[in-house]
């Protein structure tokens, strides 16, 4: 039996215990011993950190295991004084989505919800779904500092074929090696009819630091999603977020150490957080989806189905109408 948190509800551990499986070889032959996971099948071995599983495959590059057993883990705190600070960004969907996103799901049974990449949303989140009783979200991160159900790598996601009825990722497959591959791996355990809801950004400048690859057009968006069928989609946060994200980033070239960065960075969303707000008033302009600084996907899982290149061409619906044929 799989080592589960005891505050956690009893339909959320027999849930886990039944759909856990091994990243390594995918077997489903995983026991508690103790403060470690065996998996019986391939004999390896996943330590669980305050009482979370650390379901990593041992190979991983960036992110060992044994890290996660380190006592002298450097937890990246801001000064206090940072948390009055305007946020430079704004989120105008992020709200109506979730609430969609629950409509769209079956309120006669439990839902099972996978929060990839969760962070710090479990409190959150949990709030915001507190009287959709239909649902049970699970959080998962790799980040070590992130409050969490089980800790994995999202190119690895260690549960079995079709265990949930919906997936939430904000903000997370910029911070991916391979998106494709994390993509194909959400569509694996989501159940058919299962629907996923995606924020990725697009005109954004680097946000946590070395773990940053990859930005999406909505045209991407979509090509990245395409063994789903499209629900909605559009804009997350358009030319003003990107106004407010660029005017810091040109200031911070004058920054001469860490401390001077903070009081940059807090100086120019005192002077310029306003300007976010005009992304309320563009969010239907097709130039603003052009200037997106983030879109968001809303997608139903349909076994066998692919959106083709040629209709993900044909639905864009931005401003700059250019044709190649």
Known sequence: MVHINPSQSSLKQEFLQRHLRCPE??????VSEGNKIHCKNCKQQFPVVQEKPVLIRNDNEVFSVSSYLSKNVEVNQRPLWFNVIPSPSVNINYRNNLTKFSDLLNKEIVNYVLV?????????????????????LIYCDIDINANVDLFCDAHDIPFVEETFHGV???????????????????HRVLMDGGIIYSEIPFMQQVHEGAYDFTRYSLSGHRRLFNHFSELSSGLVAGPGTVLVWSIEHFALCFAWSQGSRGLLKALVRLIFFWLK?????????????????ATYFVGSKKI????SDKVIVERYVGADQVRHV
């Open 25 to 30: 070889c995918h077997g489903v032959t995983l």
């Open 168 to 186: 939430i990722t904000t903000a997370v497959l910029e911070h991916v090696l391979y998106p494709e591959r994390v993509v194909n791996e959400i």
């Open 304 to 307: 066998n189905e692919q959106t």
């Open 116 to 136: 990839l990449g969760s962070g710090k949303q479990k409190q959150w989140l949990a709030e915001f779904f507190s009287e959709d009783r239909h649902l049970n």
């Open 277 to 293: 707000y005009f992304d309320y008033i563009f969010q239907n302009n097709p130039q603003a989806l052009d200037g997106a600084s």
